[in-house]
Nanobody, 125 residues
């Protein structure tokens, strides 16, 4: 059983910062690319950022480029999403996801095998 657990969400004022973490565990977990997605009320889940197994390759949706940074520590089986210069439109539930056994990046929801339960990020104006 593979588990992903997000943490680090909360309430922050516009212009502030948050750092989300995603801890992965499970007996069958092998090398995997990771992604972050978000879902705002009344909207579909959307891609935010992705990182390869090696950590060398990353990709971001245009609206967060230059503000968000995705990273990972494979020794700790943990991924991170550093969010700076937050805007009210960043308000959403943020989910991390893993592509079991696939090391390359993807921005496609259907290409991820495991998902966390989500963590709420609220940015006030």
């Amino acid at each position: 059983q593979v588990q992903l657990v997000e943490s680090g969400g909360g309430l922050v004022q516009a212009g502030g910062s948050l750092r989300l973490s995603c801890a992965a565990s499970g007996r069958t977990l092998s090398r995997y690319a990771m992604g972050w997605f978000r879902q705002a009320p009344g909207k579909e889940r959307e891609f935010v950022a992705t990182i390869s197994w090696s950590g060398i390759t990353t990709y971001y949706t245009d609206s967060v480029k230059g503000r968000f940074t995705i990273s990972r520590d494979n020794a700790k089986n943990t991924g991170y999403l550093e969010m700076n210069s937050l805007k009210p439109e960043d308000t959403a539930v943020y989910y991390c996801a893993a592509r079991q056994g696939r090391v390359g990046i993807s921005r496609t929801i259907d290409e991820y095998d495991y998902w966390g339960q989500g963590t709420q990020v609220t940015v006030s104006s």
